[in-house]
């Protein structure tokens, strides 16, 4: 079965950055919206971010803002989530999906700990 393949968390200090990656099969990415989600300690998973196939349209949930970009290079089947100033509040397990998300490509997502 086909997923996505998320990269790039670890542990980073209050104020930190980090930059995630996502990549999949051209079939399942190339013209499809793409999203960013994440699963906090105990929580549901919530929609983060969304880019448009063609790359030209952005969408960032209103509680990130201003802090996390979402980008993406077709050329390479990836799509990226840029994330500025990690709050302790950002600690949860980031995945990526297309947009609205299929159910069937939830890949492991990867883990972002903010702790000083």
């Known amino acids: 079965q086909e997923q996505f393949v998320e990269s790039g968390g670890g542990l980073v200090q209050p104020g930190g950055s980090l930059t995630l990656s996502c990549t999949g099969p051209?079939?399942?990415?190339?013209?499809?919206?793409m999203g960013w989600y994440r699963q906090g300690p105990g929580s549901e998973r919530d929609f983060l971010a969304a880019?448009?196939?063609?790359?030209?349209?952005?969408e960032i949930r209103e509680a990130v803002r201003g802090r996390f970009t979402i980008s993406r290079d077709n050329d390479k089947n990836t799509a990226y989530l840029r994330m500025d100033n990690l709050q302790s509040d950002d600690t949860a397990v980031y995945y990526c999906?297309?947009?609205?998300?299929?159910?069937?490509?939830w890949g492991q997502g990867t883990q972002v700990t903010v702790s000083s």
């Open positions: 880019i448009s196939w063609h790359g030209e349209t952005t």
């Open positions: 999906n297309q947009y609205p998300a299929n159910r069937d490509y």
């Open positions: 051209g079939y399942i990415f190339k013209r499809f919206n």
